[in-house]
């Protein structure tokens, strides 16, 4: 199962490190903020996975940093969500400065649920992300 999402950001000033480049760690922010975009746009709240016992978690996370963002870029985070097993989770995610298309990250971050504190299945995942590719095989 593989899935796609976008979502546009901009550079706050305070995300830039004393040489006016955004700080290696903000990406990760931009990078898990876009995650969690997606899996609402899934129909997945977090809070409400946490209610049920299910918490999705980072297990690993491969960052290759190719171009730097400065105050005020805007930017897409392009997400691809692909279901390996029924386990894991894999975003394969990028960062591309507006206007120019410059890729400045690449990443790859795999996740899990843990169900009651153990590794397991989550059920409402693997249903949402079925039901947003069903839908979305249907638009043009």
Partial sequence: MISMHELEM????????????????????????AR???ILILGI???ELHENGVDPVVVRAEIDY?????????????????????????????????????VCVEAKITATTLVNGR????????????RFLAGSETKP
């Fill in 119 to 130: 590794p397991g299945v989550s059920i409402a995942m693997h249903q949402a992300l079925e």
């Fill in 10 to 33: 901009e550079v706050r000033d305070y995300e830039l490190d004393i040489q006016g480049i955004v700080n290696n760690a903000v990406y990760q922010n931009y990078l898990e903020h």
């Fill in 66 to 102: 190719r171009s730097s963002l400065t105050s005020r870029n805007r930017f897409i985070v392009r997400s691809r969500l692909t279901a390996v097993g029924k386990l894991r989770f894999v975003f394969d995610q990028e960062i591309v400065r507006i206007p120019d298309n410059i």
């Fill in 36 to 38: 969690h975009k997606f």
């Fill in 45 to 47: 709240d977090f809070a």
